[in-house]
């Protein structure tokens, strides 16, 4: 039985004798299965505890470089400084670039420059281009993990993703949008993204597509894309709801507020709403029955599970293994300041 300790610590450790753990060693015989399980249940606690030790004051650098929208940055943001000090025994510093708009190009300078300087690790949420794969290819390469957030890159080397399976998120908006309508005939959804650019966006809208077609072929699902030209893009939202009606709106994107504020000013208010992300403005709007399903993931478990693999990296050890289908969690208005807020389904 392979080992790396002394025979006296693993006997305390297992709460036996020495004499009966060098049997158990070294396979004498004459040893309970119970016994044998105690001594191998020990070696596996004494090396969980070598690691704590080995991270014991160690300073971890990480990088997080994200594109979203104003408000998914706040809430992120928050995240970290709730779940930063709890991140021990190792001392997490991260260097945060946050952008509400992050060009291709400067987030391909950003990864330069932490390749060259060097990190211990990066949290990366971009849109899908290559110039952004190859550096993610080249920091895995230089033992630099890459752990993508929210939306992946997952043609690429990264060490892992955190966040929804986004196809999912997408169906399951769906399921319930078809709930909602019920027998309404011919439904009017209007779909909306922030950026056609980000593949966690694109996979929502396909798994929201692809059911809808499945549960309601008579809808008529009409997608819109913010972009960079926000009034364009109200101004063809509220064109929409007024000519064809909006029986569901399915937001993907954000801009909730925004949209909202541009329907009332039409006397418009769609039969259903259903948005993603728990961030300041869309409780606000759940607080008030705006929305009327919001599909999130805990921005604090994804930022601890991004930082333990991020640790696992440089131990050497096998992270946890996630389920994305655990990450996804919903609110209603009436689940507002309940425990049940936290339950995934």
């Known amino acids: 039985m392979a080992h790396r300790f002394l025979i006296k610590d693993i006997a305390l450790q297992a709460g036996l004798g020495q004499a009966t753990v060098d049997r158990v060693l070294n396979r004498r015989g004459n040893v309970r299965q119970q016994t044998i399980d105690r001594v191998q249940q020990a070696i596996v606690a004494l090396e969980d505890q070598r690691q704590q030790l080995a991270m014991t004051g160690r300073k971890i650098l990480v990088d997080l470089v994200v594109e979203a929208p104003q408000t998914f940055l706040y809430a992120l943001d928050l995240a970290c400084k709730e779940e930063l000090p709890l991140m021990r025994p190792a001392v997490i510093r991260l260097r945060s670039d946050l952008r509400s708009r992050f060009p291709i190009d400067e987030i391909e300078k950003q990864l330069s ?49 955190i966040g929804l399976d986004n196809i999912r998120a997408g169906e399951t908006a769906a399921w319930f949008t078809h709930q909602w309508l019920g027998a309404r005939p011919t439904p009017s959804i209007v779909m909306t993204l922030r ?66 504020s541009a329907l009332k000013a039409h006397g418009i208010s ?26 999130y993931h805990d921005f604090r478990e994804d930022m601890r599970n991004a930082w333990r693999i991020i640790l696992s990296n440089h131990l050497g050890t ?28």
């Open 113 to 161: 420059q932490i390749l060259r300087r060097g990190s211990d690790g990066v949290i990366l949420m971009s849109p899908v281009a290559d110039r952004v794969k190859e550096m993610v290819n080249r920091l895995e390469a230089a033992n630099i993990p890459v752990v993508t957030l929210a939306t992946d890159l997952e043609d690429t080397d990264r060490t892992a993703y």
């Open 270 to 295: 769609p039969g259903v709403f259903v948005a993603h992300d728990l961030d300041p403005d869309n409780k606000s709007l759940l607080e008030a029955g705006e929305i009327d399903l919001l599909l």
């Open 318 to 345: 096998k992270p946890t293994e996630l389920s994305l289908d655990q990450s996804m969690r919903i609110l209603v208005p009436p689940m507002l300041g309940r425990r049940a807020t936290e339950a995934p389904i």
């Open 195 to 260: 950026n056609n650019r980000f593949k966690g966006e694109l996979e929502r809208a396909k798994g929201f597509q692809d059911t809808m077609t499945k549960q309601r072929p008579d809808a008529r699902v009409l997608t819109l894309t913010e972009g960079r030209d926000r009034p364009h893009f109200l101004e063809s939202l509220q064109e929409v709801a007024t000519k064809k009606g909006l029986d569901a709106l399915y937001s993907i994107g954000g801009s909730n507020i925004s949209m909202k």
